[in-house]
């Protein structure tokens, strides 16, 4: 039997001998390297923690002293750890979330794949410590550098601050990167520890006072203090955390576990708030990960674990090409233009701009809400900004959005990659709120694209306003098969008019975005019963075309299909439009139901929620056919 195959929880880690850890850090990355090449998931992060993970679950007691994982991006190593070791379905219905996930395990405490959070859970998890008595716990926040660019880890560090008998243990993890190179003055400073000549001299007196120092008390506090005073002069990040009233321990070999071990243990029995930075190497111990310039194996599908090559995609160019591409060609007609990125300059594909206007990119960090209200800011100035962001964390500058960006009907566009539902990494980066959250904005105007050809007309228009915020949001992987319109009412595209009689007067299908293609299909299933049904893509949802009230007029049903959360979205605006309107028309709407939902395959879960040609098809034959009924039952007696 292998080490890793005997660690069933915490306790197993910590039974085993300084001489062991190696071997089972050897074996982790083995083990990783070896079953994430065939499902995909976070490599790079995970490598980097091993010999930390190692570390904090010999240290802490866990579950009675929480780990938390900022982000969970690192978080399959301490899966392992805890007795989690069939990855074979990982981020696939039935198998583990790619995130810690509560109702796997007691040691995973917060669902959280959203940065800049875990300290402010650690804040909390101490104070109700302190309150129930049970001082003698502490509570570790391991957190990237890279989230330490968001203003929440700030907040929540200004805070812990104050409580200087709650034993919090902030671990960085500063590898140098979020998914690409930190970015910021914070980035900055930190760099300058890693990039200085006096790195290693700092390293070993680090280690040499780790060794010498006592366990517990004022020799710890006195250790503390002397490695401040001992290399403060030639680095000085350090005294960033110390002036705000933090302890600081490091830097750390984060690779060396027997260091990494005894700078927690004694950071835990302080008996107040510490940071220990640890420096690591994102992907460490695999070459391809370890060489990657883009992100260091950040994510991946699957690859081939020799080589690192990643296994080819299938379907056609992607929606994030699609816009990446255009936002090149605009750049080359508009010198206004301007890009921002939240530390995701390659996954939103911005980096094809970056690299052909270098001086009209800005990457802001973990940071959404600067990000909004500084797009605001060059808006005032004359110039556009386009705000490309996964449109789940659009979610965490809505106040931005509103009263910032539209207060100030500003030309601002942002761009919601990964919309919709994105299923394999779970709740959290569902892209389902958007739609709903957004419609409560005055003047702002919102556009959901079809295909990737209206994507590129779409985003041409959204440049266009300059006096109010723009949204376009379309989903995660290969753009839809090309739909082309019809025929056109008011600003609105005709997809398919099915006839009964001449007349098409049974059902008004309203298609949102990328669902255009499945409502095609559910007119033709129609169509081939004798309904007569009429599919319109509104383009634009926010604000609704006058003429959809106009057109709905003239049919029994009005139907709408969207890839959103239902309440609140695009189904409710046009049923709202009707109410307005005093017409008294069935609306029915169809959309993701308001839930956390598990990970799993995108398909799959649009399936579960009855969005398939064949369940919409069926259940709108019905209401139609009830609809039809109910009309003949109210028709006068002749």
Known sequence: MTLLESMHSPDDVKKLS????????????????????????????????????????????SPREPILFDTGHQSYVHKILTGRHDFSRLRSEGGLSGYPARAESEHDFIENSHASTAISYADGLAKANELQGHGDRAVAAVIGDGALTGGMAWEAVNNIALGENRRVVIVVNDNGRSYSPTMGGLADHLASLRLSQSYEHALDFAKTTLNRTPVVGQPLYDALHGLKKGIKDAIQPQMMFEDLGLKYLGPIDGHDTQMVEKALRRARDFGGPVIVHCLTQKGKGYAPAENHE???????????????ESEPKSGGVEWTKV??????????????????TAAMLHPTGLAAFADAYPDRIYDVGIAEQHAATSATGLAMGGVHPVVAVYATFLNRCFDQVLMDAALHRQGVTFCLDRAGITGTDGPSHNGMWDLSILQVVPGLRLAVPRDAVRLREELREAVEVDDAPTVLRYPKGAAAAET????????????????????????????????????????????????????IDPRWVKP???????????????AVVEDNGRVGAVGDAVARALRDAELDIPVRTYGVEQEFLEHGKRDGILAEMGLTPQDLARRLTETVSRRAEKSLEDEPAN
């Open 294 to 308: 883009v992100d260091q194996f950040h994510a991946t599908g699957v690859f081939d674990a020799e080589t690192g």
């Open 18 to 61: 300084a001489e062991q850890i190696p071997r089972l850090a050897g074996e982790i990355r083995e083990f990783l390297v070896s079953e994430l090449s065939r499902t995909g998931g976070h490599v790079g992060p995970n490598l980097g923690v091993v010999e930390l993970t190692i570390a904090l679950h010999r240290v802490f007691d």
């Open 544 to 558: 609704l075309d006058g003429a959809l009230v106009e057109e709905a007029a003239r049919y029994r049903v009005v």
């Open 323 to 340: 816009f990446s591409e255009e936002m090149v060609a605009l750049g080359a007609e508009r010198e206004d233009l301007v890009a921002i």
């Open 484 to 535: 082309p319109a019809i025929g056109h009412i008011g600003s609105m595209d005709v997809l398919r008019r099915a006839t009964r009689g001449g007349h098409s007067e049974d059902l008004l299908l309203v298609a949102v975005g990328a669902m255009a293609e499945t409502c095609c299909e559910v007119a033709d299933r129609m169509a081939a019963q004798g309904l007569g049904v009429t599919v």
